[in-house]
């Protein structure tokens, strides 16, 4: 935790101008504009909506890939695992894409996000939650969670979760005495920016410590991978498990924890928002609350007037078509009264602010493609190579959680595959045969997104590049096959209905045969 204080630091500052609650100011004068600068907040929202609709689509975020030759026994096992692992995904944990959302827009800003992924006796499935970057704590000098010698997962529980985790024999019945409140800066930040209070915050903090450790009793020739759980409040130890396969006489260690890093940067958390344009959304408030600020002031400026001078009623501001009576000792009224010399909102500070949210939105991949600029007449490949040049580091970050996502599924095949029933619990497609494990077996799963394509319109592009060379030599072409590819990029239903295929055809019986082959 002290090796990585500098990186809390600033996680701390940038979440700072988040702006997710208005500041009430009193500097330079009570009122005082306390807006923040939008820029960070939208880079993250704009990355989390982005890249949940290409990770996870309406039909699920699952598709197979089948290693080696095509056989129709493992073509018809990848119909059933992708349809089940959807549904698994989709409707049977239910948290799956609220957690993954929180977990881009986690990613956005601070550059790595984890999840676990393990089976839950008490649900009696698989789970894949969220954890945030401070929560896993590696040591210095770590490259990723992969790798990492130690992994300590920060966790909170409640009286009651520990009570639950005692009874089922997962904990020591150990007595842990009343919870001891310890929070780091971050976790005061996050509950400050969400209008919450750690004061009322009576649950444990307990470590889950993935290891190699050298166990007394139990010593080998090397350390052995062991995920021993500690109390932090009272140091004592709730319990020590192994984290290999009995069966594994290499006793690799097992991987619980996937890591997705935005830009891989120093250190093992990498670089977010917060790191790439955190300064800039500091540039960006302070210039916008001296604009507001210089605006008030030019529309209700203050001034002097001197001691003789006497308005009757009280000294409020005066209302539009208000008039009031006052007692001018000597002279006019203007030679009473002499107003500050206030200027208005200046311009090289609005250009200069433009000029820094540009920069910031360039920088985080989040300007808007100027689609007036580009001419209707430009061909396909002109209008392909400006987008992809646009997206090209948009495309890059996709790439990345592509290959995590790639690996979450790996971890949650393996334990759908370990944990459930042998046996489909509905009538699979594609074939009689419903033996779920031997399925698990034949096919790998991978993410439904493209990571050599950020975007639906992407997509799109590259499929009309491909309709126009077919229609130059439409004979070396699968026509059917690629008009309905292009109906599933636009998001269309039922794409082999409407196109489909001679694989698609159904045996007949001999009397429709006869007739279609007399027609």
Wanted: charged fraction near 25%; hydrophobic fraction near 35%; glycine fraction near 6%.
């Amino acid at each position: 935790i002290n090796s990585r204080k500098d990186w809390a630091d600033m996680f701390v500052k940038g979440l700072e101008v988040l702006g997710m609650k208005y500041e009430e100011r009193a500097e330079p004068w009570l009122g005082a504009c306390g807006v923040y600068s939008p820029v960070l907040t939208e880079a993250a929202i704009r990355f989390q909506s982005e890249m949940i609709t290409e990770t996870f689509p309406a039909q699920g975020p699952v598709k197979t890939q089948i290693i080696g030759e095509e056989t129709p026994e493992n073509t018809s096992a990848a119909v059933r695992v992708r349809a089940d692992m959807n549904f698994r995904l989709t409707e049977e944990m239910i948290e799956y894409r609220s957690e993954h959302e929180k977990m881009l827009y986690a990613l956005g800003l601070s550059g790595a996000a984890f999840k676990k992924i393990y089976f839950d006796p008490s649900l009696d499935r698989q789970i894949a939650p969220f954890v945030p970057a401070e929560d896993i704590v590696m040591p210095y000098g770590a490259s990723n969670v992969y790798s990492s010698e130690r992994v300590a997962h920060v966790m909170r529980k409640t009286k009651n979760d520990i009570k639950k985790l005692q009874a089922a024999g997962l904990y020591r019945d150990v007595e842990l005495g009343e919870p001891v409140r310890l929070f780091t800066d971050i976790e005061k930040k996050k509950a400050e920016e969400q209008g919450y209070s750690l004061t009322d915050d009576d649950r444990y903090q307990v470590l889950e410590v993935h290891l190699d450790y050298d166990l007394p009793g139990y010593e080998e020739e090397v350390p052995l991978p062991y995920v021993i759980t500690i109390d932090r409040g009272s140091t004592k130890v709730l319990s020590i498990r192994r984290n290999w396969n009995e069966t594994d006489k290499s006793k690799k260690k097992l991987q619980h924890f996937v890591q997705y890093t935005y830009i891989p940067g120093f250190g093992a958390y990498g670089l977010g928002y917060i790191h790439l344009i955190g300064g800039y959304a500091r540039a960006g408030t302070s210039l916008i609350r001296q604009l507001v600020d210089a605006g008030t002031l030019s529309n209700l400026p203050g001034g002097l007037k001197t001691r003789g001078l006497r308005i009757k009623g009280d000294d409020t501001p005066i209302a539009p078509g208000e008039f009031r009576d006052v007692d001018v000792p000597s002279g006019t009224v203007r030679d009473n009264i002499m107003t500050l010399p206030y200027k208005e909102p200046s311009q090289v500070l609005a250009a200069l602010l433009e000029k820094i949210t540009d920069d910031a939105r360039r920088l985080a991949a989040i300007a808007d493609l100027k689609v007036s600029d580009m001419s209707a007449q430009a061909p396909v490949g002109t209008t392909l190579a400006i987008l992809e040049r646009q997206l090209k580091t948009m495309s890059a970050v996709q790439a990345r959680v592509h290959a995590s996502m790639r690996m979450e599924f790996k971890l949650l095949k393996q334990i759908i595959r370990d944990y459930m029933p042998p046996d489909y619990s509905y009538i699979p497609e594609g074939g009689d045969r419903a033996v779920k494990q031997s399925d698990y077996d034949l096919v790998e799963v991978i993410p439904v997104s493209d990571p050599n394509a950020a975007t639906m319109a992407q997509r799109i592009m590259q499929y009309q590049a491909a309709l126009q060379l077919a229609q130059g030599a439409p004979q070396i072409y699968d026509l059917p096959q690629l008009h309905r590819q292009m109906l599933e990029v636009l998001g269309i239903k039922n794409a082999s209905k409407l196109v489909p295929t001679p694989e698609d055809q159904k045996p007949r019986d001999p009397v429709s045969e006869n007739m279609s082959f007399l027609t």
